[in-house]
């Protein structure tokens, strides 16, 4: 299940319409991705893509090297990065907050995927519970619990630590 | 240059869409290698629709004509009949299909190039699974495998039925040439390729092609695992000539069939008893083979 | 905000009704796509252990390894999504995964 | 009534289960694929009875449900696109026969060039196969309109094959909340098939014969019957459905602040949602503008188009499909039903959001906005990409 | 110009020999089966120089058609009703793949139940896949059609397939004496295939790529334009063939004695014939009737059909099918495309001759007295076998 | 009654619409002898179809399911989940289809069936050509007979490609049973039909089935023709259980097969030489199934 | 004016659209069809040449031999299209075709 | 080429526009079929069955066992049946001509197909030249020549016999 359907059951569980979907490309496993999720405490009321986002999460930060992640994100939006640096200078015109956090580290030590295939899913959603405050992490866990397959501890556990540990750049640095 | 053991002539480009490790761009750089630029592909829907790259770019020097699904044995005869009727005649024209496109929805249009003995070249690569879709069962999924169809759960342990035997049926139209070729085996596999080109008619080649998320390993072992497939006899590697089989690679001892199904996921519930049956049964095939390379 | 391969043709000319062909015939190469995006560990070739046998020219999946003027094999780093294939069938362990 | 954050295809699922369907025969495609995969672990599981045919292709999936329905099975299968093509010669045969198989189709581009994004013209042109056709808006419609799809094709007065469609990864993929009922309701709702009159074991009897000249026109005539009974049939199963569940749609072509409004779009699928918000977002602007869903494609609501016609001056048709050499299939059939009225609003058709193209707030936009202006072509692309200069041909 | 008595099967055999195809693929059905036995012998004694294909399906039959093409290939085939509904994906194909494929259609019945008579369900159905459709009313105007139908087909401005149809028995199996044109005059009117720009032996090309949301729109209007273009260069077309052989068959709607007609019926295919004797019959009794003819329906004549009503009060449109759900298909492009004229005549729609009920002039006369008078139902189906008595539900 | 030899029970109406002397009806007679009044019969196009008569009426005592051309196997499929999940386990669903109807645009259909287990039997009689349409060749028209589509004329002499061998395509999918019958030898044709009813699982039939118009030859002949071909072992009496070949009718010595040949119109214009050609690979068919039988 | 089996139904009481079955369900005995318009050659048995053997019974395709409660065999002659199986089987030459 | 064809091709041969065609059961060898010929001096005016022929030709006098032959023939039309004896008391309202011929007996003599299947079609094609005119025993023969693919001399002969032999009933018998 991708981050973005557990972070549509998180919202729900605490009451909110989720609307959650990827953008398929043909996808082939290690191609980047994108999935969309809109929030509201009322039904949706559009089904298209979602051009001009509030949040961005990027889940592989070597994906920044080729692809400017904030194109379209809100000016005082949130960008949150899968990574164990903190990641600057991606978009002079980007104002908003950024965080990171080590979703790969935290899914490796909890034995979440391989080496070359970690599954960072839950433990973003951890961190972007924390940074945002969209969801709450009781809501994730919830989530985590209902609607993962495996190792549900495990993923627990990793949201939990994620949440912890995420770090915000505490200044826009340009 | 240095000394290859393969053409050094590339067909197929960088840039394709494949998942990391996937042997079908091999299947398909090596087929290309031994037909060399004469060929027209023709590409029902299968991975290698995506894997070609979308419009306006491609991943072949050479033409590929998209044709419908279960049709491809088809379009080679249309292709063939095209270039005869147009004086192409050095055109090589190879149908290029996964194993559902083959033998499942694509059988009949293949049984029917075979049949009217179209003179062109029908590659079957064998991810044993509809890969482009996700994961599902298709007639040459072996028994017990998981995917998404055929489920592992307390009713279900994997496919229930065996896997379909393409080259028997194959062999019953009694084709010009049918061969076995496995990417882990380049040379063997560049031999029967070009041996295609030497003989008139209908030709098919069923090409092994591991594929790491659908069968659950790690890319890096695509390689290991081909070679385990026809080490441990699972795919035997055979050529069929105006009805005569030949075994091209003939094991001292074959290893133990457990061997390879313990390095994918998508075996990994399998009981000790559940492997020895199927290890029976690959005995069984074998010992099969073998009398049949004695029938002539 | 759709960052994978398949956007490669944004790069391309191929923008309006008018610039397309009458039929959908792709002619652009697709080696205009970059997949180094894809990768996570990046194959290192310690040439002083390698014997120049090819093997994992042979078994790239993505076409990632050339053989310069010397003979030497070299990861096309535009191109390699970084399976380890290579890495794994160089008998001599010549290659190394290295994460970038 | 539990309530589940479920895709589009769940809620195939779901409905497909709830429904106590005996026999499932499908062949997977994208973007259908995860409907038969659930329906494949329910059965595994044991959660649902029944027989889950694996077919080698679509064309075998729609031949097997036929012939189990003939037999007096409650039969379901799903496909798109091109799965869909496949199985032409069987939806005709479908009708003919009489079978009342349900149908999913998620609403797919046809090749080539390959897509797998949301375009209608798969279903739209299967509208001469005689079959029911109703096109989704959201999860929740998709699986009620699905429940209320196997009570409808079955119905005595009906028995007709019908299809539910759904946007390709608009509906699809897309998860929200979801009412589902349980299955006490939906036993209630929709009781085990009626099976008298079908092949039985045992009979000598005979479904399909070699008919002459003298009496096939005669069971065409049974079956356009059939379909004009099924628009008044569907009245009452919605109203059914409403008592149990609470929920309504809206009959075959429910309205949206239709009432004063100068100028009406009419939708099918999800274009439907956005569009909504932007009479909203026009309405605050003051421009009088409204929406009409094309819920049932077939029967065509010929009725229910000219009500709404009456009291409008402009009426734009958002085709999602296009039949070369005509005109969008919807507009064409808005247009013919209008034909004889005497109040005739002006009509325009939109063709966008073909293989995939994201129908944007501000694309629908420009549509109300030409509808008000009444200027642009009878039929207008208007989210085409083109240049300015001279069209070059050839 | 030698002079024959051939069927109309032996017709389509005649221009597809005479087009000198390089590539028949076909696989047989009652009624077209003499169409591809005739093809066969020209091969097999050497007359015609082609390759012809034996499949095993007609989806198969079209693919070939379609990939020999992409190589450059004329390319014909021939089928009715369950073939061509098998087809139905390929279908869609052709026209996405540009593929301009030239295919003789027998209008047959569709099954269940099972027949091999006249009926135009099977094309019409095909009518949102992207295929020019001729309809033809006699054997030489199959010959003529189907010769004119290559050279339209392959235009570099067109590039689209087209089929040309016959009634089942009424002309497939009807002989009647038909000019052929020599072999010369067709070579003139009918030039060797242009092929630039198609696929070629070793060029990195690919024909029919995954599309992305971002262009497919494009490629779909490219097909639209093509289909409007068609319409005028068919007009050049036929001009061409009109000089070199003396015929004309009066463009995609011909029409007879319409020009001071109180009430026109339009109809497809062989009813024109006996309408047309219907006519002259009914106005030596002073009733001023008149006929047009739908010839081309894809694409649809929409400006002939406003031409015509413009100076006609009545029209009755005759539908040898029925779209069920909806009314006949031709009837309700008529209505459309006469939707927003000014003038607007009374429609009427009547549905007969399906599964080879004879159509005959008791009942087409019928037709233009309801038509005249004015009286019942918008959708009539005139020769149905009822009892008065009502009907039993169920 | 007096003492028979077949069961007595007719299935089979007269009444119906075959050509005088036809074979087909034959076979559908004693496959409902041998199956009972528990058949279910689904009926592709195909010469029965019109057998069969027109609405309203029915040749048979038993249920037919008309169904497309190309889906027999689906269709039958589709009985037998109804009936299993209806809890008609009784039933018998029977697929009876023509040759072409089988091996070329049902095969795909047919395969389906095979590889998914569904436990039917299947019954191809064998008319070897299309014959509702009016004699066009099917993959199963034999080397050298004259067809529509197979002019014999300056460059053509008869069908140029062998019979599709459906027999082996159908054994290449492990079925449950399969075996030929032949009218000529009903005793033999009851045991097998019998047989299948013991047996769960895919279970194929191929019947041969004489075409008094088809083949030109008259009408009171169909016997002797079905006896000939077997006694020539143009069409061998053999079955399949279990992957085991069985011949159910060894001869001493077989028979010329010019005699089998010269009984019929469709094969009168062979020359000598091109009856010695057919000779040898009757020859070899027949050894090879010999040597089948040993393989075991 | 078409005056072959196919008209058959003509004898029964599908008529007008209300007699029909809703589904094109057939239910009436096919042998309500006299087949015998189609024969120009009638099997005449001469039962002092018969030997109850059956044979002709056995191969008959229209199941146009009947068995009386004696044993014999007997044409029914609706039904017999006079293929002349029964004559050419019978071993000991019980049968004779004679021209109608 | 059945007797309607190789007629509308004599007719042709004269000048004339016939059209022919064959109600089309599914045919079976064997089974009873029906096919119509109309000729005219200008393009025929209709494409249907017809019901009220002016001339019925019966091609086996055993249908006259089963299928009033003269429904819708017109009452003083013209009906020709192959028998080898005067065929009487038919249809007490019909107040055309009958003629008889034995075209089986001329085939055979002719050896045109088999005893149970006598290839009767261009005997029968004289017979009606001579009994109604429509067109000429030469240009029967033509058609013959031309289109018959086998056995013209004995086609021709045949037809040629036939109407030397064809026998019109000389009075009505009721
Ligand atoms: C008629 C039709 N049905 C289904 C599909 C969807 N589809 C596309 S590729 C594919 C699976 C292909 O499987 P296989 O041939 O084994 O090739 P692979 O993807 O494994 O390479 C399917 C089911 C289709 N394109 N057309
Ligand atoms: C899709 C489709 N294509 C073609 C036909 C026409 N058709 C009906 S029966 C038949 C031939 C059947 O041949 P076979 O299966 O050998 O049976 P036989 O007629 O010889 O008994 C054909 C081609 C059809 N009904 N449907
Ligand atoms: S899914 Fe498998 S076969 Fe398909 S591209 Fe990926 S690795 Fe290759
Ligand atoms: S496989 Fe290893 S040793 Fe061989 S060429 Fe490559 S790097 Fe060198
Ligand atoms: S890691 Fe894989 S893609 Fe990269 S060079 Fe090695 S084999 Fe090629
Ligand atoms: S054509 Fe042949 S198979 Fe068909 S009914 Fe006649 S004899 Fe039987």
């Not at chain 2, 995506?50 to 005869?77: H, M, R």
């Not at chain 2, 292709?79 to 496109?101: K, M, T």
């Not at chain 2, 009805?243 to 000790?272: N, W």
């Not at chain 3, 205009?32 to 990768?39: D, E, G, L, Q």
Request: with cysteine; glycine share 8%.
């Amino acid at each position: 299940m991708i981050a973005s359907e557990l972070l549509a059951q998180a919202a729900f569980i605490e009451g909110k319409h989720p609307q959650s979907f990827p953008f398929f490309g043909v996808e082939r496993r290690g191609a980047p991705v994108t999935a969309f999720t809109r929030i509201a405490d009322a039904p949706i009321p559009v089904r298209t893509s979602i051009t001009e986002p509030d949040i961005v999460v990027v889940l592989d930060a070597s994906l920044m090297r080729t692809i400017r992640v904030t194109a379209g994100l809100k000016k005082h939006g949130v960008l949150l990065v899968n990574s164990d640096h903190p990641v600057v200078g991606i978009d002079k015109r980007f104002e908003g907050r950024t965080a990171t956090v080590d979703a790969t580290g935290i899914a490796l030590t909890q034995g979440l995927g391989t080496k070359s295939m970690p599954i960072v899913n839950t433990a973003i959603l951890g961190a972007l519970a924390r940074v945002t405050g969209i969801v709450s992490l009781d809501a994730v866990v919830e989530a985590i619990v209902k609607f993962v397959p495996a190792k549900i501890e495990a993923n627990a556990e990793a949201a939990k630590v994620a949440y912890r540990e995420v770090q915000e750049l505490q200044a826009v640095i340009h | 240059m240095a000394r290859l053991t393969i053409p050094a002539e590339e067909y197929m480009r960088s840039g394709h869409s494949a998942c990391p490790g996937c042997a079908a761009t091999l299947v398909m750089r090596y087929v290309l290698k031994g037909l060399g630029p004469n060929a027209i592909v023709t590409l029902p829907a299968c991975c290698w629709t995506v894997i070609g790259t979308p419009f306006p770019t491609t991943a072949l020097n050479v033409p590929i004509l998209d044709c419908a699904f279960e049709a491809t044995g088809a379009s080679v005869s249309g292709l063939r009949a095209a270039a005869d009727a147009l004086g192409l005649a050095d055109v090589i024209v190879v149908g290029f299909a996964g194993d559902g496109g083959t033998a499942d929805i694509g059988l009949q249009a293949l049984s029917g190039m075979l049949e009217r003995g179209t003179d062109a070249l029908y590659v079957m690569y064998d991810n044993e699974a509809y890969m482009n879709t996700g994961v599902q069962r298709s007639g040459a999924t072996p028994l017990g495998a998981w995917t998404t169809t055929t489920p592992v759960d307390a009713t279900s342990r994997g496919k229930g039925e065996g896997k379909k035997d393409v080259m028997a049926i194959v062999a019953a139209h009694r084709p010009a040439y049918a061969a076995t070729v496995n990417v882990a085996f380049p040379e063997d596999f560049l031999k029967r390729v070009e041996k295609t080109k030497t003989i008139r008619g209908p030709k098919f080649l069923h090409a092994f092609s591991p594929c790491p998320p659908g069968w659950r390993y790690p890319p890096e072992k695509t390689i290991a695992i081909g070679r385990l497939a026809t080490d441990t006899n699972s795919f035997p590697l055979y050529e069929i000539e105006g009805g005569k089989y030949r075994i091209t690679r003939k094991l001292g001892r074959a290893r133990p069939v457990a061997e390879y199904l313990k390095a994918q996921g998508r075996f990994s519930h399998l009981t000790d008893a559940e492997i020895a049956a199927i290890q029976s049964e690959v005995d069984g095939r074998w010992a099969r083979l073998l009398a049949l390379e004695t029938l002539g | 905000m759709s960052p994978h391969g398949h956007d490669a043709h944004k790069a391309t000319a191929y923008i309006t009704e008018q610039d397309l062909p009458e039929r959908p015939l792709a002619t652009v190469p697709s080696d205009v796509i970059k997949t180094a995006s894809w990768r996570t560990f990046l194959p290192v070739i310690h040439l002083e252990a390698c014997t120049k046998c090819y093997v994992c020219w042979k078994f790239c999946p993505d076409v990632a390894i050339g053989i310069d003027e010397a003979g030497w094999p070299v990861v096309r780093l535009d191109y390699c999504k970084g399976c380890g294939i290579c890495a794994e069938e160089c008998k001599p362990r010549a290659i190394d995964m290295v994460k970038e | 009534m539990p309530r589940m954050v479920l895709s589009g295809n769940y809620a195939q699922s779901y409905a497909a289960k709830l429904a106590r369907v005996h026999v499932i025969a499908a062949y997977p495609i994208t973007p259908q694929t995860a409907i038969v995969e659930k329906l494949g672990e329910f059965v595994a599981s044991g959660e649902l009875s029944a027989q889950f045919i694996k077919v080698e292709s679509e064309h075998s999936a729609l031949q097997a449900c036929i012939s189990a329905a003939a037999l007096g099975a409650r039969t379901y299968t799903a496909t798109s696109s091109q799965g869909l093509l496949l199985m032409h010669e069987l939806l005709h045969w479908a009708s003919g026969a009489r079978a009342p198989v349900v149908m999913g189709v998620v609403n797919r581009a046809v090749a080539p060039p390959w897509s797998i994004f949301t375009d209608h013209t798969d279903t739209v042109a299967q509208r001469d196969t005689g079959w029911i056709q109703f096109y989704a808006e959201s999860n929740q419609e998709v699986l009620d309109t699905t429940l209320m799809a196997f009570r409808l094709a079955e119905h005595p007065d009906v028995l007709l094959p019908a299809m539910v469609t759904e946007d390709a990864f608009y509906l699809s993929h897309t998860v929200e909340p979801v009412d589902v009922p349980t299955q006490d309701e939906v036993d209630e709702f929709l009781p085990r098939r009626d099976v008298r009159g079908l092949i039985r074991p045992g009979a000598g009897v005979r479904l399909g014969s070699f008919t002459m000249p003298d009496l096939y026109e005669e069971f065409r005539h049974k079956i356009a019957r059939a379909m004009e009974r099924s628009a008044e049939v569907f009245f009452e199963i919605e109203d059914d459905y409403h008592r149990l569940t609470g929920r309504h749609h809206g009959g075959p072509l429910p309205t949206y602040r239709v009432d004063d409004a100068d100028a009406v779009l009419m939708t099918m699928g999800t274009a439907t949602t956005t569009a909504r918000s932007v009479v909203d977002a026009l309405r605050t602007r003051g421009n009088r503008v409204g929406l009409a869903k094309l819920r049932a494609f077939r029967p065509f609501p010929v009725k229910e188009v000219r009500q709404l016609a009456a009291t409008v001056d402009r009426i734009g048709v958002l085709d999602r499909s296009f039949t070369f050499g005509a005109a969008g299939a919807a507009f064409t059939e808005v247009a013919a039903a209008l034909y004889p009225e005497t109040h005739r609003p002006a009509l325009k058709n939109f063709v966008a959001g073909l293989g995939g193209r994201d129908l944007t707030p501000k694309v629908l936009e420009g549509m109300f906005k030409a509808l008000l202006k009444g200027d642009g072509p009878e039929v207008d692309w208007p989210d085409l990409k083109r240049r300015a200069e001279v069209v070059r041909h050839g």
